[in-house]
């Protein structure tokens, strides 16, 4: 179900036990070659599949496009929601939905700026409405939702995401290749080690020069729709447990 579509009676008439599902992503450089939009686009195109297979055991929200992208700022074009508003942001539109009476609230994030922010904001929430044991907050990044690299047949450079990667570049290639730049030609930009496992705090432009981080240039198309369909069956999968769970327990 798209929550856009609806008339109010109809949410307000719902289950209260159905998932809520927020798709979370991002505006923001990626590279010579590929959209600043290629994060929304990728998720849109994962929740587009997943939503038609789950049709209305789900509600899904519009795709929030603004995302925490302040690390991306010496690139032009890249739009960010400060980290604080962003973390506010989020918390607030899951405190509208428990506002409704729902109870399972799930985000799935398709840019990994988001990762530390969403899961602060559950965090958050979850300590504010602790008296509640009816309540489940997730979040989850889609590219943690399945491993392509064990995908018969499907042979990959990259182990990991990267930025404007073989991975992000494979998948535009497959939905939107009118948008794709010199994608052969830019040149591999390593990952390298940054004092893993610790965290090392970052900003782009002192991983990369041109803005992507990894192997676009063995991208292609695909690639590209194997890795749509591992996302999506990997976020389909994990709404299922969602939909499965017995709306007490720990374990899902
Ligand atoms: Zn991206």
């Not at 392509?148 to 042979?155: E, I, Q, R, S």
């Not at 996302?231 to 447990?241: H, I, K, P, V």
Request: with cysteine.
């Amino acid at each position: 179900m798209q929550l856009a579509d609806m008339a109010w009676p109809t949410v307000q008439a719902l289950d209260k036990n159905t998932p809520v599902i927020f798709p979370v992503a991002a505006l923001e450089q990626h590279g010579h070659h590929l959209p600043l939009f290629t994060d929304s686009l990728l998720l849109g195109e994962i929740i587009r599949r997943v939503s038609a297979v789950l049709c209305d055991r789900a509600l899904f929200t519009p795709l929030t496009w603004l995302g925490n992208s302040d690390h991306h700022l010496d690139f032009a074009g890249t739009l960010s929601a400060p980290p604080r508003v962003y973390l506010d942001t989020l918390a607030g539109l899951c405190e509208n939905f428990i506002q409704h009476g729902f109870k399972r609230l799930v985000f799935i994030n398709g840019h990994g700026g988001n990762d530390v922010p969403g899961k602060q904001a559950l965090f958050e929430v979850r300590q504010k409405y602790r008296q509640r044991s009816d309540l489940l907050f997730l979040f989850a990044t889609y590219w943690n939702l399945a491993n392509p690299n064990t995908v018969p047949g499907l042979t990959l450079k990259q182990t990991q995401m990267g930025h404007a990667c073989e991975w992000e570049t494979s998948m535009i290639l497959r939905i939107a290749p009118q948008l794709v730049g010199a994608y052969r030609e830019a040149h591999p930009v390593e990952f390298g080690n940054a004092f893993e496992p610790g965290f090392r705090a970052w900003i782009t432009r002192e991983r990369t020069i041109p803005g992507h981080i990894g192997f676009p240039n063995v991208a292609n198309p695909e690639k590209g729709e194997a890795l749509l369909q591992a996302f999506s069956s990997g976020a389909q999968n994990f709404l299922e447990r969602v939909i499965r769970w017995d709306g007490q327990s720990w374990n899902g």
